[in-house]
Nanobody, 119 residues
Framework: QVQLVESGGGLVQAGGSLRLSCAAS????????MGWYRQAPGKQRELVAA???????SYADSVKGRFTISRDNAKNTMYLQMNSLKPDDTAVYYC?????????????WGQGTQVTVSS
């Protein structure tokens, strides 16, 4: 089992910055890709950014150049640095981790953290 706890959300004005953190605990040794997703009211959950255990990153087009995902494997923590925030970035942000153990794939979610960007 893997437990994920997000922190760092809040209210910020457009153009501001926030840094989200996701602390993982439990069977972290077998975690592969981790990612940040978000879900705005009335919309589907979407992938914002992902990072592999080797450090390869990918981003949604809407956040490229503004958001940076990183991972500190020694601290079992993933981060999302969000700059130049826009009102459209308002959503609940969820941490996700994929793990493979003995040929079985598992996926885990955090409880979510609210990000609100005011215009």
């Amino acid at each position: 089992q893997v437990q994920l706890v997000e922190s760092g959300g809040g209210l910020v004005q457009a153009g501001g910055s926030l840094r989200l953190s996701c602390a993982a605990s439990g069977s972290v040794f077998s975690i592969n890709t981790m990612g940040w997703y978000r879900q705005a009211p009335g919309k589907q959950r979407e992938l914002v950014a992902a990072i592999t255990s080797g450090g390869t990153t990918s981003y949604a087009d809407s956040v490229k150049g503004r958001f940076t995902i990183s991972r500190d494997n020694a601290k079992n923590t993933m981060y999302l640095q969000m700059n130049s925030l826009k009102p459209d970035d308002t959503a609940v942000y969820y941490c996700n981790a994929d793990r493979r153990w003995r040929g079985v794939a598992y996926t885990y979610w955090g409880q979510g953290t609210q990000v609100t960007v005011s215009s």
